[in-house]
């Protein structure tokens, strides 16, 4: 199968709808009567330009790729998990625990164990909406929205209340051992092992959904959950499976932050990983590959929002609305397809009617 | 501390304060009401709300009116509607993604313009609306000082709710928005434009939830705060449920969401010894309940969340 170069243009529709964006974004900041170009030099520049600049942006890149490697892998399998960011929360709360009450491990048990309470308490927190989707065709996305408002109320409470440092002068829980800590992986920098672990799970994940038959199974049900059903799939027990292992990704992304970054729990810990991970995902087409690069831009913007608002009082919250830009234009662009004129149809792509959904 | 809680004034405010927390949310189901009941699901409902409430804002702000604003809320939420019908009805996208992306869409140009537009520091209060007291009503002992001395934006949610039942199920007009919802072929096929109707219903559903927005903002604290819908337009989804599809159902359902609101807020208050953190999550938890069908399953609309495509 040759690639011709209309296939080549619509498999990278979301870096277009990312463009547009981006220039929708110079006319947003031309309007607040700022000045764009400026602006997104300085925040190119905070991002990349000196090693605290790169440092900031791969611990940033850190909690969006784990993040959003779970709700792609929930979008694959049809369960919109747009609860992540309360399972990134409670991934933290996981690893504070089992790093604050656990002792006398070497680090390469604690490490493991650490993680693993992350992912537990990640994926149960996504596990309820997915059960209740799977089981009760209760909407999801309500579920995981509720989910998400109590699990960052929960957090405050443990983190003001039974975890609290005494004498600490917001809500914080004390340190997690030394045993539990992530390793800093480049000198002089906050880049830490959970860098190279959720790179790893980047790969792992292509692997998994490209090569092997769960990957198949986790495509067809979420592309026809009644012909999986009818092929002898277990749908309850795989969307349970499916949310726990997308909300113990999304654990994951807070446990590391706690044992790489932060090493204690904060309230308010995330300044919006989960939510992010969504627009990620849609941004990658649920792909691990483009996670990946996604993740790096979505890194960039939050890393590069500080020097961009210092230098061009753009405010940081700029970055938000291009995130706003982008989903549309995503948005837009996952539906064009269907209406792209004839000439630029690609010469296999074969004229399929569209579905008749209605009946 | 019970001698307070059952003394008189105590119940009056209380209650006063349910119906005060239940006008967004009724909104809020009214927007899900309507707009399912044409087939089309608004999860972006809690984005169009945000949209209002900033709107209603800026526009308070600056022309001194909270009633411009409300009309300037109204506008922004008829366009979110309309960007919300125009991908999931003519453009085919799905209708949950395009209603998360109206969510994430109002959340960062709410959060980026009001800090351009009003600064970080909010020092002045926004104008708003003067209470009404009902003449007459309002003088029926107890009851009336709770009922018929509200903000004129409650009564325009209750007067909303009643035309709307008076729409859905007196008209032929009602006829076809439920029909588009339950079998969109069969008004295809009488001769009536099913995307129209659900074109229409879906800029009604942003101009209810923007309402709700607009008495976040400038009906209630005066200011506008970064994420101030705070998940209601969520709870509106449940409401709709809770409400079986009927807009008078969705006011009851607002209401009992309110009381529980004021409920937690009192109880705050009172130093109960309850961690005030599980008092805000109440109304979530409320939610959760009544959407995961413990409290009796409620039959939707057969065709909502499906797009309508003609046959060529």
Redesign the interface.
């Known amino acids: 199968m040759s690639l011709n170069w209309k296939q080549i243009t619509l498999s990278l529709s979301p870096v277009w709808a990312t463009l547009v964006a981006l220039t929708l974004g110079v006319g947003l900041i031309l309007l607040a009567g700022l000045n764009p170009i400026k602006a997104y030099y300085a925040l190119f520049m905070g991002a990349f330009s000196n090693i605290y600049g790169i440092s900031s942006t791969l611990t940033k890149t850190t909690p969006l790729v784990f993040a959003s490697l779970g709700v792609a892998l929930a979008f694959k399998g049809g369960y919109f998990n747009v609860g992540a960011e309360g399972q990134l929360y409670l991934g933290g709360l996981g690893a504070t625990l089992a790093g604050l009450y656990i002792h006398g491990l070497s680090p390469l048990l604690h490490i493991p164990v650490t993680l693993a309470a992350g992912f537990v308490a990640g994926g149960i927190w996504s596990v309820i909406p997915g059960y209740l989707k799977a089981r009760h065709e209760v909407n999801e996305i309500i579920t995981c929205i509720f989910m998400y408002f109590i699990g960052l109320l929960f957090i405050e409470y443990m983190a003001s209340g039974p975890l609290f440092e005494p004498g600490a002068p917001s809500a914080m829980s004390p340190e997690i051992a030394a045993s539990a800590q992530l390793p800093i992986i480049i000198p002089n920098t906050d880049v830490h092992l959970g860098f190279l672990m959720s790179l790893t799970l980047v790969f792992i994940m292509h692997l998994v959904l490209t090569k092997t038959t769960i990957g198949y199974q986790i495509t067809a049900m979420g592309l026809n959950p009644v012909a999986s059903r009818y092929a002898g799939v277990n749908i309850v027990k795989s969307m349970c499976i499916l949310s726990f292992v997308s909300g113990g990704l999304a654990g994951l992304a807070g446990a590391s932050e706690i044992m790489g970054l932060k090493h204690r729990l904060f309230d308010a810990f995330s300044p919006g990983y989960g939510l992010d991970a969504i627009v990620i995902a849609f941004l990658a087409k649920s792909n691990p590959i483009g996670v990946m690069f996604a993740s790096l831009f979505f890194g960039t913007l939050r890393s590069g929002a500080g020097m961009m608002q210092r230098a061009t009082g753009v405010p940081t919250t700029a970055v938000l609305a291009i995130q706003g830009l982008v989903i549309l234009c995503v948005a837009i662009s996952l539906v064009l397809p269907q209406w792209r004129p004839r000439w630029f149809r690609a010469d296999i792509d074969k004229e399929t009617p569209r579905k008749k959904e209605n009946e | 501390m019970w001698a307070i809680v059952f003394n008189a004034s105590f119940i009056t405010d209380f209650m006063a304060a349910a119906i005060r927390m239940a006008t967004p949310l009724t909104f809020a189901g009214l927007s899900c009401t309507i707009s399912e009941r044409s087939g089309v ?1 608004n ?1 972006g409902a809690e984005g169009m709300m945000l949209s209002g409430a900033f709107v209603a804002a800026v526009g308070a702000l600056f022309t001194g009116s909270a009633w411009i604003g409300t009309g300037f809320a109204c506008i922004i939420g008829a366009l979110l509607g309309l960007l919300l019908a125009v ?1 999931s009805i003519t ?3 799905n209708q ?6 109206i969510n ?6 709410t ?6 537009i009003m600064g970080s520091a909010i020092t002045q209060k926004l104008p708003t609306f003067e209470t009404w007291g009902i003449p007459f009503l309002v003088k029926i002992p107890v009851f009336g000082e709770i009922f018929f001395r509200q903000s004129p934006l409650s009564y325009i949610s209750y007067a909303i709710a009643v035309i709307l039942t008076f729409i859905f199920f007196k008209t032929t007009w009602g006829l076809s928005i439920r029909a588009a919802g339950e079998n ?2 069969a008004v295809d096929t009488a001769g009536i434009n099913v995307c129209l109707v659900r074109y229409i219903c879906v800029m009604f559903s942003g101009i209810f939830a923007s309402l709700g927005g607009a008495f976040l903002s400038v009906g209630v604290v005066r200011y506008f705060t ?1 994420n101030m819908s ?2 209601r337009g ?1 709870i509106g ?2 409401i709709v449920i809770l409400g079986k599809w009927h807009p008078l159902g969705a006011v009851l359902a607002a209401l009992i969401f309110g009381a529980v609101d004021a409920l937690q807020l009192r109880l705050q208050a009172f130093e109960v010894g309850i ?1 005030y ?2 008092l ?2 109440l109304p ?2 409320c ?2 309940i009544a ?3 413990v409290v009796g399953r409620a039959q939707s609309p057969e ?1 909502v969340g ?4 003609k ?2």
């Open positions: 699901f999860i991908l453009l085919g996208a949950i993604v395009s209603g998360v992306m994430i869409l109002s959340l960062g140009f959060s980026f313009l009001s800090r351009i969109p072929r970064e705070a998940g969520f989804l449940c961690p953190q599980f805000v999550m979530y938890i939610g959760f959407i995961s069908g065709a499906k797009p309508y495509l046959e060529n």
